[in-house]
């Protein structure tokens, strides 16, 4: 925050007025479903995006970051599009849908600081928009809900950005809590909170260190994918979305779908949503072993059925399969590369990251980064 403080000086000439801090996210089960209308159980996690900002009297949007060399000065427009591929098109998204929902707003001087690893699917977009959607309403006193802040930052991700995420990630990162998982119905938006308790184990991060660079295209094939399974499945049923049909049903209607990439799609969904209800009654009742094993089943059906995995994420689990002290293991986030989480003996985790790091070299040629984590806070300002 110091380092970040100095800069803002060194940039504006002056000292910041505020700082806010909005976490990243992982997804301990449940993926691929939240645009699919599922129940999702994610947490937020320390590590995200800062911002020092203050306001400025020119009616000019300045953005910085000290991660990127890229910069912009927005003169306050009615409303604004997306330029190239730049860093500031998130925050300039939430800015722009602010301005089209009538709010007046006012010239801002804002230097950006994010440590969350780029390209790990630990939801550093979903990080950036609710941070800025959180330091919009509290700088110019909109009193809008932080579940109102998921609903917008999706919009940008979804119309600004072009990417048919659902809603899961900004929903998390605006509403996480310390040691527990959310437990989030992605068509009502209803939800609670469970407590994360793992006994002896942790969770620890895995990050394959392969970035996600086909991720948004793949992504969108998905999504695709999953309402052409739907528009077949719905001439026998009523269902709205994929995840409002159990395993039996499916059982019974999937000849409907007569095409075999499509029913592997549509049986990950509704089985990945099966499985998060079951997660969260082995979380609650405490039983771990089970959940490990939900995350297994879970990653086995994104590596066969929805087809997201990818060497690097299973070879990671591959390892924690036959590694004693880990009791579960899956990739987390939209695939292609990206994050695996563990759940791992705490008194395990050194030997555990030597062996996971000399298979993975073995394996892939580079070195993975392990870190444990714990459930944490969702948006908040942070006081010097
Ligand atoms: C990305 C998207 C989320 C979700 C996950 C997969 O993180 O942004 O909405 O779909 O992938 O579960």
Same mark, same amino acid.
């Given at each position: 925050m /110091?380092e970040l403080?100095?800069e803002f000086?060194?940039?504006?000439?002056?000292?910041?007025?505020?700082i806010?801090f909005? +976490?990243?996210?992982?997804?301990?089960?449940?993926?691929?479903?939240?645009?699919?209308?599922?129940?999702?159980? +994610?947490?937020?996690?320390?590590?995200g995006t800062y911002l020092a900002?203050?306001?400025?009297?020119?009616? =000019?949007?300045?953005?910085q970051c000290l991660n990127f +060399?890229?910069?912009?000065?927005?003169?306050?427009?009615?409303?604004?599009?997306?330029?190239?591929?730049?860093?500031?098109?998130? +925050?300039?998204?939430?800015?722009?849908?602010?301005?089209?929902?009538?709010?007046?707003?006012?010239?801002?001087?804002?230097l950006f600081y994010g440590n969350?690893?780029? &390209?790990?699917?630990?939801?550093?977009?979903?990080? @950036?928009?609710?941070?800025?959607?959180?330091?919009?309403? %509290?700088?110019?006193?909109? $009193?809008?809900?932080?579940?109102?802040?998921?609903?917008?930052?999706?919009?940008?991700?979804?119309?600004?950005?072009?990417?048919?995420?659902?809603?899961? /990630?900004?929903?998390?990162?605006?509403?996480?809590?310390?040691?527990?998982?959310?437990?989030?119905? =992605?068509?009502?938006?209803?939800?609670?909170?469970?407590?994360?308790?793992?006994?002896?184990?942790?969770?620890?991060?895995?990050?394959?260190?392969?970035?996600?660079?086909?991720?948004?295209?793949?992504?969108?094939?998905?999504?695709?994918?999953? $309402?052409?399974?739907? *528009?077949?499945?719905?001439?026998?049923?009523?269902?709205?979305?994929? =995840?409002?049909?159990? @395993?039996?049903?499916?059982?019974?209607?999937?000849?409907?779908?007569?095409?075999?990439?499509?029913? *592997?799609?549509?049986?990950?969904?509704?089985?990945?949503?099966?499985?998060?209800?079951?997660?969260?009654?082995?979380?609650?009742? &405490?039983?771990?072993?089970?959940?490990?094993?939900?995350?297994?089943?879970?990653?086995?059906?994104?590596?066969?059925?929805?087809?997201?995995?990818?060497?690097?994420?299973?070879?990671?689990?591959?390892?924690?399969?036959?590694?004693?002290?880990?009791?579960?293991?899956?990739?987390?986030?939209?695939?292609? &590369? &990206? =994050?695996?989480?563990?759940?791992?003996?705490?008194?395990?985790? /050194?030997?555990?990251?030597?062996?996971?790091?000399?298979?993975?070299? *073995?394996?892939?040629?580079?070195?993975?980064?392990?870190?444990?984590? %714990?459930?944490?806070?969702?948006?908040?300002?942070? *006081?010097?």
């Amino acid at each position: 925050m /110091d380092e970040l403080i100095k800069e803002f000086r060194n940039r504006f000439h002056k000292g910041p007025e505020r700082i806010f801090f909005c +976490p990243g996210r992982i997804n301990l089960i449940g993926e691929h479903i939240d645009y699919n209308g599922g129940t999702v159980m +994610p947490c937020a996690i320390s590590l995200g995006t800062y911002l020092a900002v203050s306001r400025n009297i020119d009616k =000019c949007f300045r953005f910085q970051c000290l991660n990127f +060399p890229e910069t912009a000065d927005l003169h306050l427009q009615e409303s604004y599009s997306k330029t190239g591929k730049q860093w500031f098109n998130y +925050p300039l998204g939430v800015i722009n849908y602010f301005l089209q929902e009538g709010h007046d707003l006012s010239g801002l001087d804002m230097l950006f600081y994010g440590n969350l690893p780029i &390209g790990a699917g630990l939801s550093s977009s979903a990080s @950036i928009e609710v941070l800025t959607a959180f330091a919009l309403d %509290e700088i110019f006193q909109k $009193g809008i809900s932080r579940k109102a802040m998921a609903i917008l930052s999706r919009k940008v991700e979804n119309e600004f950005i072009g990417v048919n995420c659902g809603i899961m /990630d900004q929903f998390t990162v605006a509403m996480g809590r310390r040691k527990t998982a959310l437990l989030l119905n =992605c068509d009502t938006l209803d939800y609670e909170y469970l407590p994360f308790e793992t006994g002896a184990y942790i969770l620890v991060i895995i990050n394959s260190n392969k970035q996600r660079k086909l991720a948004d295209s793949k992504y969108n094939e998905r999504f695709t994918e999953c $309402g052409a399974a739907l *528009k077949l499945l719905k001439q026998g049923s009523g269902i709205n979305n994929l =995840c409002e049909m159990s @395993i039996a049903e499916f059982e019974l209607k999937r000849h409907l779908i007569n095409n075999p990439v499509l029913e *592997k799609r549509a049986l990950h969904v509704i089985s990945e949503n099966a499985r998060v209800a079951d997660a969260a009654i082995a979380l609650q009742t &405490g039983d771990l072993e089970v959940f490990g094993k939900l995350m297994y089943a879970s990653h086995q059906s994104l590596r066969d059925l929805y087809e997201v995995s990818g060497k690097e994420l299973d070879t990671i689990v591959d390892f924690c399969r036959t590694y004693r002290g880990c009791i579960g293991a899956r990739m987390t986030g939209a695939g292609f &590369g &990206g =994050c695996a989480i563990a759940l791992i003996k705490e008194d395990q985790i /050194d030997d555990f990251s030597i062996k996971l790091t000399g298979y993975y070299r *073995k394996q892939i040629g580079t070195a993975p980064d392990i870190f444990a984590s %714990e459930p944490g806070e969702g948006v908040r300002e942070l *006081k010097p």
